[in-house]
């Protein structure tokens, strides 16, 4: 198995252009999760999802946009990329609520 | 609001040295905890977990943790580190959110760990 996979692993953005984090998985977990990290504060929570079709938000969705079309893939949506969204996200996996998440690589993102 | 709390962010040891990393959390149900590290350039990976049962956890590469409800604690220890430990370490706290039944981890601020050799 291959596991959590992300990319790019890096991208340099411009304030106001958009684009996609590709997350997949092949380890059929039905929960799928989108983290960010930022020095001196941990992770944090962006969207989640807990299956095909449902998602719902974390502690901070604003100018993020996910959607869970298929059990393997979880994109992460930037609409209007901003400075502040200048971090290092992960995504993660897990079959279901009783067992630890499952990380990715990450994708160092950086907007100018 | 639940918050986990990392009280050391920068420790510096000797090789050989012991070490014990702080974690409180402040959550009155039943929690499942978690430490993860992250050596540098790689993603998160689970050191150990505690869900229920015996509350000294013994976890990868010679690291343990004891959970003291009393406390709200959940430090981390090892007897002896070596230069492989640098990296840092985040305590985690699980969370189920009601509804969806979705595991919500909220992380402390992390520990940055530098083992000199």
């Known amino acids: 198995n291959a596991g959590v996979t992300q990319t790019p692993k890096f991208q340099v953005l411009k304030t106001g252009q958009s684009m996609t984090l590709q997350c997949a998985q092949d380890?059929?977990?039905?929960?799928m999760s989108w983290y960010r990290q930022d020095p001196g504060m941990g992770l944090r929570l962006i969207h989640y999802?807990?299956?095909?079709?449902?998602?719902d938000q974390g502690e901070v969705p604003n100018g993020y946009n996910v959607s869970r079309s298929t059990t393997e893939d979880f994109p992460l949506r930037l609409l209007s990329a901003a400075p502040s969204q200048t971090s290092v996200y992960f995504c993660?996996?897990?079959?279901?609520?009783?067992?630890?998440?499952?990380f990715g690589p990450g994708t160092r993102l950086t907007v100018t | 609001a639940q918050s986990v709390s990392q009280h050391n962010h920068h420790v510096i040891l000797s090789e050989a040295a012991s070490l014990e990393l702080g974690c409180n959390y402040s959550?009155?149900?039943?929690?499942?905890l978690f430490w993860y590290v992250q050596y540098p350039g790689q993603h998160l990976q689970l050191l150990l977990k505690?869900?229920?049962?015996?509350?000294l956890v013994k976890g990868i590469k010679g690291f343990e943790a004891e959970f003291i409800k009393s406390k709200f604690s959940f430090n981390l220890r090892k007897p002896s580190v070596q230069w492989s430990d640098t990296a840092e370490y985040f305590c985690?706290?699980?969370?189920?959110?009601?509804?969806?039944?979705?595991?919500?981890?909220?992380f402390g601020t992390g520990t940055r760990l530098l083992v000199s050799p």
């Open positions: 959550y009155g149900g039943t929690v499942n």
């Open positions: 993660a996996s897990s079959p279901d609520s009783f067992y630890e998440q499952y």
């Open positions: 380890m059929n977990h039905e929960y």
């Open positions: 985690a706290v699980k969370l189920v959110l009601l509804g969806t039944g979705f595991q919500k981890l909220v």
């Open positions: 999802s807990v299956g095909a079709g449902i998602t």
């Open positions: 505690y869900f229920s049962g015996d509350p």
